[in-house]
């Protein structure tokens, strides 16, 4: 079982739709990370959210914005998305904000499609 | 260019028979090095990390990774595969002067025959 909770597990949108995919943990971790996977793809890094600030991967387009409501939540809102955005979108955290020290923890994904 | 690679996009082997899966990095300075492991649908679990000292890392599952800077390979290896053991394999990075940007190689699928 994983303690990196993600929903939904699967999500379907239109591109006129406003959604969030939505994480938690609670392991008291004090980074977390926003990660997009495409088919037979690696996971390509979006966002991290360490030490109260956000770090943003400069290829993410502005129709995803991440919020981090406290230490134990990041969500991912999603707004007019186009259908290559259709992934598995993965959370994960760390214990210390960074991945050396500590091993990324990976939720089971959300599987959005947009049609 | 920085980079991880893992030649092999697709392995198949017999279950009981050994398994290495190759992973190759280019970088400057020695990255830290980390295999994990996914199941079709699922997150990636961690089998293991280097950071530095013994080059020999035993991880979970019965599989162990050789770090060889001389090669800049951190190839995975397993004595005798199950056939749970069928996933997408990663190895990943993380610059030691970037600690929150941990980079992927491509990947490798492993198919255990019966």
């Known amino acids: 079982d994983t303690e990196v909770t993600q929903t939904p597990k699967h999500l379907v949108m239109g591109m006129t739709n406003k959604k969030s995919l939505k994480c938690e943990q609670h392991m008291g971790h004090r980074a977390m990370y926003w990660y997009k996977q495409k088919a037979k793809k690696p996971p390509e890094l979006m966002f991290v959210?360490?030490?109260?600030?956000?770090?943003i991967n400069e290829s993410v387009p502005s129709r995803f914005s991440p919020e981090c409501p406290n230490s134990s939540l990041l969500n991912l809102h999603l707004h007019a998305l186009q259908p290559e955005d259709s992934a598995l979108y993965l959370c994960a955290s760390s214990r210390t904000g960074t991945s050396v020290t500590g091993e990324l923890f990976f939720g089971e994904g959300s599987r959005l499609t947009v049609l | 260019a920085q980079s991880v690679t893992q030649p092999d996009i697709h392995i198949t082997v017999s279950e009981g028979a050994s398994l290495e899966l190759r992973c190759n990095y280019s970088?400057?300075?020695?990255?830290?090095l980390f295999w994990y492991v996914q199941s079709p649908g699922q997150g990636l679990q961690l089998l293991l990390k280097y950071f530095s000292g013994d080059t020999l890392v035993q991880g979970i599952k019965g599989f162990e990774a050789e770090f060889k800077r001389s090669q800049s390979s951190f190839n995975l290896r397993k004595p005798s595969v199950h056939w749970s053991d069928a996933a997408e394999y990663f190895c990943a990075v993380v610059p030691a002067y970037n600690n929150n940007d941990m980079r992927f190689g491509a990947g490798t699928r492993l198919t255990v025959k019966p």
């Open positions: 959210y360490s030490y109260e600030k956000l770090s």
């Open positions: 970088y400057g300075a020695t990255p830290y």
